[in-house]
């Protein structure tokens, strides 16, 4: 079946729910699923609403323009998607390869319901992953002949060649600049190590064994100007003891990071992600 799924955000108001619902009854539609939040510190009021597209009786254009003009007295905010229009996501890679493959083989298993018309890396190192996979492979690294804005322009020109919607970093160890993430705000999933106490540099992992730590984790979020301080996507952690090697502590992160970086990109291709401020609100 073939759904459309609008996000709605806006102030919290009394007859939201009865006066959305009635604006797809009349427009003959099968709501097949209906999801709300209500922030009460923020007064924001948050709803999923899932659609049987099989009742559209007008065209795209003209159901958007419609409930645009519906959400104007209701302060609302809104994005739709269609089932039928898969999100083309770009991956960005450096050395790593554990996220890129686990997203490759979720892909290809359909169990992330994209394309992937191309990987991008400051390394040529995973070029043979995309070979593998029959992924386009494309080497844009920062040296004499490119600083890191002329690097970034060729990469725009890429994502926008290829009509790209998403873009994940799946350990792509650069930092982006702002006009980039600010470009392609709401569009840029990033995943790194989480530990508590959090610890920086080359060697986390090392550090992490020099402090003894006991729980480790991996973040995925939305990525800014800010440093890995983007709206929180997904998180998970594992406890670790003392008998964890440096080594061990990098495989169990290396899990970690895979399942979140995951479930974190399966929530936005369902679109089950709202953005609010810095933060978010997913829906199950």
Known sequence: METITFLIQAPDQKGLVSRISTFFYKR???ILNCREHVDLL???????VHLDMGDLGTSRKELEVEFDDFCKDLQLQWSVHYSNQPTRVALMVTKAPHCLYDILVRQEQNELKCDIPMIISNHPDL?????????????ISINGQRDKKTQENEIRELLKKQHIDLIVLARYMQILSKPFTEEYFGKIINIHHA?????????PYRNAYNRGVKMIGATAHYAT???DAGPIIEQDVQRVNHQHTPEHLAQIGADIERIVLARALKAHLESRIIVHGNKTVVFA
């Open 28 to 30: 003959g539609f099968n």
């Open 42 to 48: 923020a007064n924001q009021y948050f709803m999923r």
């Open 127 to 139: 070029e043979p992953i995309a070979d593998k996979f029959r992924v386009p492979f494309y080497c």
């Open 195 to 203: 530990f508590l106490p959090a610890f920086k540099g080359a060697n």
């Open 225 to 227: 100007a800010e440093l």
